[in-house]
Structure formats: C-alpha cells, structure tokens
C-alpha cells in the first residue's frame, strides 16, 4: 500500500506560480512511478506531468515549458512547480503512483484556482 498526500494548492492570479507536494508513504518510493492529474469542473481527469522511477520526464503539451515535476527520495515527496499559470489551469490536481502508466494509488487531490 501506498498513501499519498497532497499540499500547497490555493488561489493565485494570472501569471503567478505555486508549487505542489506529494508526499508519499507506505512501500518504497523509489519503486513508483510518479505522476500529477488534474481534473476541471466539468471536464474528464487528465495528465499533468509524470516523473518515471527510471528517471525520465514526460509533460502534457498544455504545460510544457510552465510546469516542472520533480522527485526527492530522500523525503518521498514529488513536488509540481507550476510557473506561468493561467485561469485554465484551475483544477483539482491529483498526485499517483505506479508502474508502467497503470497508476494504481491516488491522494486526495488539492484545488488550483487561478484569477484572471
């Protein structure tokens, strides 16, 4: 089992930035692939940004060049630094876990809010 919990959400203008943390407890961090989502009111879930436990990085098209993800073992967190943000980047933001895209544990997710 893994349980994972999300912090540093919140209400920032156009332009702004945040950083989220996904910290992650349970069995070993470094075995996980880790992963951001983020799901608009009204709209499906989608991919954000994901961090393989090999070490790449991959990002949706959307936040390319804005948000950065990152993994420190050493505290079992995942952090999103969000730079850039636009009201379309409002959403629930989900931290998981997995292997080979089959994200099996999910946080509870923190709410992104962005004012233009």
């Known amino acids: 089992q893994v349980q994972l919990v999300e912090s540093g959400g919140g209400l920032v203008q156009a332009g702004g930035s945040l950083r989220l943390s996904c910290a992650a407890s349970?069995?070993?961090?470094?075995?996980?692939?880790m992963a951001w989502f983020r799901q608009a009111p009204g709209k499906e879930r989608e991919f954000v940004a994901t961090a393989w436990a090999g070490g790449r990085r991959y990002y949706a098209d959307s936040v390319k060049d804005r948000f950065t993800i990152s993994r420190d073992s050493a505290k079992n967190t995942v952090y999103l630094q969000m730079n850039s943000l636009k009201p379309e980047d409002t959403a629930v933001y989900y931290c998981?876990?997995?292997?080979?895209?089959?994200?099996?544990?999910w946080g509870q997710g923190t709410q992104v809010t962005i004012s233009s």
């Open positions: 349970g069995r070993t961090f470094s075995y996980y692939d």
């Open positions: 998981t876990a997995g292997r080979d895209s089959n994200w099996e544990y």
